[in-house]
Structures are given as structure tokens and as C-alpha cells.
């Protein structure tokens, strides 16, 4: 397992280097009957603002004859094909006056891609799985003065190096996509896109499902006959209640609590937010396909043949834990709560499941808390079966329960609480295989999100089983926890 911090080369004050030369926007190809409004559910509705990927390619001989203008009439021709079939990312957010919520208005006013240079090498970016600030002048941030309704769903910019290597970032509004619609996105437009002739990438991609249908606040009702997992139980809950509550809610409301106990007048509102959000270094770590199985086979060696199988999700996100909540120094107050949140799919969770290419947000937050003696002293197997717990509770009831949730005011940027791990699992999503060009990208960087303390466990384009975790982190805590991460397990 390796890391590489602030190793990289090419300083923020080199950003003049990256120079644009247009900006266009991109309509349908098929344009779709204009005015028609999509109404978002409340998970849509989470985080507005657009996530920023870059992918990068390498210089290479296949890319000898090609010149920007003919990447970017590709890119650009293989955008309005794809717009015509996921025709909402053509439009724009607005906010629906009768009841202050947003909703998607599919207007055609199109996306926008931009063609840029740099004198820079690829190779003078350093080891591109770190984050580097110039990342940033990679991408196109459109200007849009907080009115969503002026920003466009997806932005391009598609930058040539020096070297002859070549980058495209791309931003895409998370209340658009979730992270696999995302992908099936991104898949569907690197097959419309004819960048290298006669290399032409016909990925099946299932045709997108628009409509957000039963995870509408107030149209998600419960299957009669429908058998729940039942919830932990506690004396003041009715069973129902135990059986239907968002405990990842729940569990958070708790931690804010527990926060503003420790500090006399301060106000639980006051901990969401604030500066500190700015804080954090982002660090990717590599974890190889060796030191998984070194994990796996270490603790849990008890296990017999008839026993589960533990997923590499499981244990790294046992280890991460054991690692953040050791480096925050949070040990000191051993009975104090402490918080594991993931995001679990619920496409299949739902009765009926939800249909296959569908395009909006179905991940819930699944958890588990304990208290800091207990994360400490317990062994990785007995966390994967909290996890395992918190997991098999995510059922349509669950997810019912958590829209609800964000509907009675749960809603807006979860704080910045050292108690809280949250983890995002991309490994099923590999964004190095989406062929823009031919082969597979050199790296694909996600940039800073708004909740940059996120974990993000990605595959790791040169090592088949291996995952790249990155994760923001307060710079006095970077050591602490490269030592506890990078050890062989506590």
C-alpha cells in the first residue's frame, strides 16, 4: 500500500499556462419537444452542483495525426447524439414557486464544451492519482451567480498537452446523475464519439429511464405483503417505527447532538458548514490486490469454508475506520458515539426494483455507530457484520423512511463532524475503461467534492483488484493517518 502527498509538480501559479480557445454550447442532435418539467425526488435534490472528473491520456502513437480540433468535433458531435437519448442533461435546474423545491426543466438549452491547450507534459503533472490545484484549470466552471437555473447540467473541456497527450475534464450536476447513471452516461457518449476512425466502441448501454417514478416524496408507498429486516430494538419505538426509521438520519441528528453537549451554548445548527469544510488535503492512497488479500487472510483466518465471503469493501472500509478514528485522536473520550456511513444502491432494493438505465439518484446512506472503545477493540470481522447489518437494512421501507426524512428538513450539506466516516464505493464503476480514445485512460482524478472528507474507494487502472482510496483530511492528522492506514491492519 502506497501514497504519494504534494509530490506532484506543476504549482497553481503554472495555471496561466492552460489557455482556452472557444467555448460552444452542445444541443440535442433530435431535439426533444422543449417545456417539459421532470420532477426530482428528494435524493436528487441532495447536491445540486457539479461533480468534477478528469480523465487523462498519455501521448501515444495512435494519437500521431489527430489534432485538437478534430478531438473536440468528435467529442462535440458524439454530445449531441448522446443529448438526444438523455435529453434532461440538455437542461436546466429551476425552482418549482409553489413549493421553493427544485425540479429539472427540460429546455434543450444545451451543455457547453471547450477546447484548450497547454505547453505543459502530462508527465509534468507527477503521479496524476494525487490531487493536484492546476486539475482545476482542467475543467470548465461556468458562471452562473448561485442560479442554478442559468447553469448548464454538463460541462466539457478537452485540453492537449504538449506532449501530445490529451485530458478531458468533465463536470455534471449530481441532482442530473447518480454515480452509475453517470457512467452509463459517460459510456454512452465515448461510443458516440468517433475520436480514432474506424475505433468505434459499442459498449451495450441499457436506454436511460428518466422519470424518478415511486423515490417522489409522497409517492413511495409499501408493497402490501412486504417482509422487512427488523431494526435494533429500543423500548421508546413501536416495532414499526424500528422497522421503518432512516437510521443513517437518526444516527447523524445524534452525533450533532453530541457535539453541541461538548461546547456550553453552542448551537447544533452552527456545526454544518463553516470554514473548516475548506480545510482538508486530499490524499489517494493505493491499496494493492496483495495487501487486500494480506487484510483478508490476517483477519479473518478463523473463518471456515462455510463461511461468507468478506468483500474488499467490507474490510477496507473496517480498516479505514479503525485508521480515521485512531489518527483524529478521538480515543480519548472512549464512551464518545462515533459514526460509519456508506452509500448502499437502491436500485435493486426497491419492490418493484427500479428499471434497468435508470438515470437519477438512488444511493441511501446505510450506518453503523459505535463508540469509540468498541470501534477500537473490536475485531474487523465483528465490524464487516455491523456493516453487514447496516447494509441488509437498506430495504424499500428504509428508503421510504430516509425520502421522508430529507422532506421533514434533513436536507443540505452534511457537517463536518470528525465522528462521522463516510465512505462512497466507485469500484464497480471503473471510469478508466470508458473509451473517449482507444485503451483505457492513464488516470481519471476525481476533484474536490463539497463534502470533502468523503472516502472514495476507485479501482486502480493498473492493478486488477487493487483499489485507490481517496479521502480529505485535515493536514495535522495526514501522518497520523498514513501510519494507521498503512499498516497491516490494527
Not at 495525426?65 to 458524439?78: A, H, N
Not at 460541462?155 to 506532449?163: D, I, L, P, S
Not at 468533465?170 to 475505433?199: M, Q, R, V
Amino acid at each position: 500500500m502506497t501514497t504519494t502527498r504534494h509530490g506532484n509538480y506543476v504549482s497553481p501559479s503554472n495555471s496561466a499556462l492552460v489557455s482556452i480557445s472557444r467555448v460552444v454550447p452542445v444541443y440535442p442532435r433530435h431535439v426533444q419537444p422543449g417545456g417539459r418539467v421532470l420532477n426530482l425526488s428528494n435524493l436528487d435534490r441532495q447536491c445540486p452542483t457539479l461533480m468534477y472528473v478528469v480523465f487523462f491520456y498519455n501521448p501515444s502513437q495512435a494519437f500521431k495525426d489527430l489534432t485538437l480540433s478534430s478531438v473536440f468535433s468528435s467529442l462535440k458531435s458524439g454530445l449531441e447524439e448522446t443529448l438526444s437519448l438523455w435529453y434532461p442533461a440538455a437542461g436546466r435546474l429551476r425552482v418549482n414557486q409553489s413549493d421553493g423545491k427544485l425540479n429539472l426543466w427540460c429546455n434543450n438549452e444545451g451543455a457547453i464544451i471547450v477546447e484548450a491547450h497547454t505547453p505543459l507534459r502530462v508527465s509534468q503533472l507527477g503521479d496524476l492519482s494525487q490531487y493536484n490545484e492546476f486539475f482545476e484549470k482542467l475543467v470548465y466552471k461556468p458562471s452562473f451567480h448561485a442560479n442554478f437555473s442559468n447553469m448548464p447540467l454538463v460541462v466539457v473541456q478537452v485540453t492537449k498537452f504538449g506532449c501530445g497527450g490529451y485530458s478531458i475534464g468533465i463536470g455534471t450536476s449530481h441532482s442530473l446523475f447518480d454515480g452509475p447513471a453517470t457512467y452509463d452516461f459517460l459510456s454512452a457518449w465515448a461510443s458516440n464519439s468517433e475520436i480514432l476512425k474506424g475505433i468505434r466502441h459499442a459498449g451495450e448501454v441499457a436506454k436511460p429511464v428518466h422519470e424518478r417514478g415511486i423515490l417522489l416524496s409522497g409517492s413511495l408507498e409499501t408493497p402490501k405483503g412486504t417482509v422487512f429486516v427488523n431494526m435494533p430494538s429500543n423500548s421508546r419505538t413501536s416495532n414499526h417505527d424500528q422497522q421503518t426509521k432512516a437510521v443513517a438520519i437518526e444516527h447523524l441528528y445524534q452525533l450533532i447532538m453530541q457535539a453541541a453537549s461538548e461546547y456550553k451554548g453552542f448551537q447544533p445548527q452552527n456545526i454544518i458548514g463553516g470554514s473548516e469544510q475548506n480545510n482538508y488535503v486530499l490524499a489517494t492512497y493505493h491499496v494493492s490486490t496483495s495487501h487486500i488479500d494480506y487484510l483478508k487472510r490476517k483477519h479473518f483466518s478463523m473463518s471456515t469454508d462455510h463461511s461468507p465471503i468478506f468483500s474488499t469493501f467490507e474490510v477496507l472500509a473496517s480498516h479505514l475506520w479503525k485508521a480515521r478514528t485512531k489518527a483524529l485522536g478521538l480515543g480519548v473520550r472512549k464512551e464518545k458515539k462515533v459514526c460509519l456511513q456508506f452509500a448502499v444502491d437502491t436500485r435493486n432494493k426497491m419492490v418493484p426494483p427500479l428499471p434497468k438505465g435508470f438515470s437519477g439518484n438512488a444511493y441511501v446512506l446505510a450506518s453503523v455507530m459505535m463508540s469509540v472503545r468498541e470501534v477500537e477493540e473490536a475485531s474487523y470481522g465483528r465490524i464487516v457484520e455491523k456493516i453487514r447489518e447496516a447494509k441488509n437494512r437498506v430495504n424499500h421501507a428504509y428508503v421510504k423512511a430516509y425520502v421522508e426524512a430529507l422532506e421533514s428538513g434533513a436536507q443540505g450539506s452534511l457537517p463536518p463532524l470528525k465522528e462521522l466516516t463516510l465512505v462512497s464505493d466507485w469500484t464497480r464503476m471503473p471510469f478508466h475503461n470508458v473509451g473517449f480514445f482507444h485503451g483505457k485512460a492513464a488516470c481519471v482524478s476525481a476533484l474536490a467534492s463539497p463534502v470533502p472528507q468523503v472516502a472514495y474507494f476507485m479501482p486502480n487502472p493498473s492493478d486488477n483488484g487493487g483499489v485507490d482510496v481517496r479521502i480529505g483530511l485535515h493536514p495535522q492528522v495526514v501522518t497520523a493517518f498514513s501510519d494507521y492506514f498503512l499498516s497491516k491492519g490494527q
